[in-house]
C-alpha cells in the first residue's frame, strides 16, 4: 500500500512584487492570483479530518494544476526569454523567496514541521510538482483501499481500481523524475525535500508500488486472501474460492524487480 504523505503548505508570496513583465503585463498578477488559490486549497486541506481529506485531493490537484503553467512560465521566460516559440520578457525587480512547509525533514515532537525559505522561481515549482506527485500516490491509495472494503468489488470494479492505481503511480515517478531535472538552488542549501537523493527515492518507491500492482492485477491469491479477511463475506458458504493456474515464475521476477527499485530507494 503507498503510503500517504503529508502534502505541504505554503506563505502567501505577491509574485508580482518580485517579478515583472513588460510584454506580458498581467502575467505575474495572475500568477499570484493562482497561487493563493492553491495555498488556501492546501490549508484547507491541512484542516480537514483525515476521513475527509481523501475526497478533497481533487480540488487540491486542480489549483496545483490552476498555478503550475503559470510558475514555468515565469521560470521558463525569467531563464530563457521564451516560453516554448513565443519571446516573452520577464525580469526580476528583487530577489524572489517563497516559503514552504517540510514535510519530510525531521521535527522536535509535537512540533509543526518548519517553514523553509527558498530563493528562486524553481524552487517554488519543484515544490508544487512535488505537492502534485503526493497527490497522485494519495489517489492511487484511494483506489487500492477499494479492494479492502467490506463490500467486495466486482471484478471489472477491481480491475478500474487497479488500473487507476497504477496510472497514478507511475504519474508519480514520472513527476519525481521531471523534478531532478529543474534547477534548483546549491543541494548543499537545498531542503531535504527537494533535494536529488530524495526525488531518486521517492521515484523508485512509485515505481516499485506500480511493479507489484502488476501482480496484484493478475494474482488469484491475492483476492482470495483479501475475501477470507473480510469477516462481512458469506461466499464461501455457497462454494470455495477458485484458485486457477498462476504465472508463479512471472509473479516471482516483478516481486524481485519491485524489490530491486525499493532497495534503490533505501539507498538513495
Keep these: 500500500m503507498p503510503y500517504p504523505f503529508t502534502l505541504p503548505t505554503t506563505s502567501s508570496t505577491p509574485l508580482d512584487a518580485f517579478v515583472s513583465s513588460p510584454s506580458h ?22 484542516r480537514l479530518p483525515t476521513s475527509q481529506q481523501a475526497s478533497h485531493l481533487g480540488v487540491v490537484q486542480d489549483a496545483v494544476n490552476g498555478y503550475l503553467p503559470y ?7 525569467t531563464a530563457t526569454g521564451r ?37 528562486g522561481i524553481y524552487n517554488d515549482v519543484a515544490f508544487v ?20 472494503s467490506p463490500n467486495i468489488p466486482s ?31 546549491d543541494p548543499a542549501s537545498a531542503p531535504l525535500d527537494t533535494v536529488n537523493s530524495t526525488q531518486v527515492a521517492l521515484a523508485a518507491l512509485a515505481l516499485a508500488e506500480a511493479t507489484l500492482i502488476t501482480v496484484l492485477k493478475d494474482d488469484p491469491y491475492t483476492t482470495a486472501v483479501i475475501q477470507a479477511r473480510n ?6 458458504m455457497i462454494s470455495a474460492p477458485s484458485i486457477p493456474k498462476v504465472r508463479a515464475h512471472l509473479f516471482a521476477r516483478l516481486c524481485i524487480c519491485a524489490s530491486d527499485h525499493a532497495q534503490r530507494a533505501a539507498a538513495s
Excluded at 510538482?129 to 479492502?148: G, K
Design 129 to 148: 510538482l512535488q505537492t502534485l506527485a503526493y497527490i497522485q500516490v494519495q489517489q492511487a491509495r484511494s483506489q487500492l483501499q477499494i479492494l479492502y
Design 25 to 46: 503585463p498581467s502575467l505575474p498578477l495572475t500568477a499570484t492570483t493562482q497561487r493563493s488559490i492553491l495555498r488556501d486549497a492546501l490549508k484547507k486541506h491541512k
Design 83 to 119: 516560453i516554448q516559440d513565443e519571446p516573452v520578457t520577464v525580469t526580476n525587480t528583487k530577489q524572489l523567496q517563497t516559503e514552504w512547509r517540510l514535510t519530510l525533514s525531521a521535527t522536535l515532537p509535537g512540533r509543526e514541521p518548519p517553514r523553509s525559505p527558498l530563493p
Design 155 to 185: 471484478p471489472d470494479r477491481r480491475t478500474a481500481a487497479i488500473g487507476s492505481a497504477m496510472k497514478y503511480l507511475l504519474e508519480a515517478n514520472s513527476i519525481h523524475n521531471y523534478i531532478l531535472n529543474l534547477h534548483t538552488q
Design 71 to 77: 510558475a514555468l512560465a515565469i521560470a521558463s521566460a
Design 231 to 236: 469477516k462481512d463475506d458469506k461466499e464461501w
